[in-house]
């Protein structure tokens, strides 16, 4: 069964840093490209970061230059390293497993339970 | 505002059939595929449709997507008070290089 756990939320003041992580299991970690997507309060849902099998990064443009995605593969962990956090930044973070479909149809089949950042003074 | 244009609300009563529609452009869903997520508050998102129209193994058939041009739209046949959550679509945008995600539909069912 795959699982994702998301760790290491909390408050966090505005040009704080903040890192989180999702402990993966149930599945090959390291043949999949994994995601972070966000929910401000009251808001939708945000793509923030995907990080490939083989190392290859996207990012939104909202976090570029400010986020960083990583992964540990021997760990079967993804990283969400968060720098000049603002108060816009403040949002549940969910963990997101890739899986390709064929003819180039991906989407996120499994998701964690979410972690809550909050930015604010 | 979001990339892809979704309706706030949609409602219906049981055992109606609702839709709910998906707005983008020539670079996501005109030439990328959509999925759609049913997300309850304070839960995980889950993956209902892929692909446009497929749907994972455990989504019962009640749950249909399509999609022509740059629209896509959900159909959820015969509601439940279970099916109460919100509604996502989703594509990739070759433009953006990266996801995109409708602002999310709220279905209530009566």
């Known amino acids: 069964e795959v699982q994702l756990l998301e760790s290491g939320g909390g408050l966090v003041q505005p040009g704080g840093s903040l890192r989180i992580s999702c402990a993966a299991s149930?599945?090959?970690?390291?043949?999949?490209?994994m995601n972070w997507v966000r929910q401000s309060p009251g808001k939708g849902l945000e793509w923030v970061a995907s990080i490939s099998s083989g190392g290859h990064i996207y990012d939104a443009e909202s976090v570029r230059g400010r986020f960083s995605i990583s992964r540990d593969n021997d760990k079967s962990t993804l990283y969400l390293q968060m720098n000049s956090l603002r108060a816009e930044d403040t949002a549940v973070y969910y963990c997101?497993?890739?899986?390709?479909?064929?003819?180039?149809?991906?989407?996120?089949?499994?998701w964690g339970q979410g972690v809550l950042v909050t930015v604010s003074s | 505002q979001s990339v892809l244009i979704q309706p706030p609300s949609v409602s219906g009563t049981p055992g109606q059939r609702v839709t709910i529609s998906c707005s983008g452009s020539t670079s996501n869903v005109g030439i990328k595929t959509v999925n759609w997520y049913q997300h309850v508050p304070g839960t995980a998102p889950k993956l209902l449709v892929h692909?446009?129209?497929d749907r994972p193994s455990g989504v019962p058939d009640r749950f249909s997507g399509y999609k022509s041009g740059t629209s896509a739209s959900l159909a959820i046949s015969g509601l439940q008070s279970e099916d109460e959550a919100d509604y996502y679509c989703a594509s990739w945008d070759d433009s953006l290089s990266g996801w995109v995600f409708g602002g999310g539909t709220r279905l209530t069912v009566l």
């Open positions: 692909s446009d129209n």
């Open positions: 149930g599945f090959t970690f390291s043949s999949y490209t």
């Open positions: 997101a497993k890739d899986t390709e479909h064929g003819s180039g149809s991906y989407c996120f089949d499994h």
